[in-house]
Antibody
Framework: EVQLVESGGDLVQPGGSLRLSCVAS????????MSWVRQAPGKGLEWVGG????????YYMDSLKGRFTISRDNAKNSVYLQMSSLRVEDTAVYYC?????????WGKGTTVTVFS | EVVMTQSPATLSVSPGERATLSCRAS??????LAWYQQKPGQAPSLLIY???TRATGIPARVSGSGSGTEFTLTISSLQSEDFAVFYC?????????FGGGTKVEIK
């Protein structure tokens, strides 16, 4: 069974940093792109970015302006989202999803709250 | 970036009736379009990809159509489990973008 489990969400002040993790199981992790998608409270879905199976290519939403970095460790079946210079508007549930698009498998999400 | 616009924002439908949801792209996405359903407190689930291909396990009452800039998701006879928020998403161009969503509620 495919499982994606996110962790690392927390309360953080503006300007702070946070690293989210997503551990995958039930499939051959190293042959799939992986993606992050977020959803602000009461709002719609927003693609954050994706990373190629070997980590050699990464794509991000334009407005992140280099604040977020996606990485992966295929030996640990894990993908990460390093977030820095966090803003109130980054408050959201962050989901990891298998593949670059479209996404058949999603984790349950981890909540990031940026408060002043 | 490609802006995706969904309409209506809210659709009130009685069980057993047909629901028709629209999604418009600001430029052609060919058929690189997916539809997702999201229920409260849950992650989204994939319904349709490539504009008209049902994902695994999706019943035949759910169908997608369209190409270029105009797309439609149709649920022919709404069941209780169909009431949710639906999102379209294009994957023809970076950055990947979603529509704002259509909430299908019980009339």
């Amino acid at each position: 069974e495919v499982q994606l489990v996110e962790s690392g969400g927390d309360l953080v002040q503006p300007g702070g940093s946070l690293r989210l993790s997503c551990v995958a199981s039930g499939f051959s992790f190293s042959i799939y792109w992986m993606s992050w998608v977020r959803q602000a409270p009461g709002k719609g879905l927003e693609w954050v970015g994706g990373i190629k199976k070997d980590g050699s290519e990464k794509y991000y939403m334009d407005s992140l302006k280099g604040r977020f970095t996606i990485s992966r460790d295929n030996a640990k079946n894990s993908v990460y989202l390093q977030m820095s210079s966090l803003r109130v508007e980054d408050t959201a549930v962050y989901y990891c999803a298998r593949g670059i698009y479209p996404w058949s498998y999603w984790g349950k999400g981890t909540t990031v709250t940026v408060f002043s | 970036e490609v802006v995706m616009t969904q309409s209506p924002a809210t659709l009130s439908v009685s069980p057993g009736e047909r629901a028709t949801l629209s999604c418009r792209a600001s430029q052609s996405v060919i058929t690189s379009l997916a539809w997702y359903q999201q229920k409260p407190g849950q992650a989204p689930s994939l319904l349709i990809y490539n504009a008209s291909t049902r994902a695994t396990g999706i019943p035949a009452r759910v169908s997608g159509s369209g190409s270029g800039t105009e797309f439609t998701l149709t649920i022919s006879s709404l069941q209780s489990e169909d009431f949710a928020v639906f999102y379209c998403q294009q994957y023809n161009a970076w950055p990947l973008t979603f529509g704002g969503g259509t909430k299908v509620e019980i009339k």
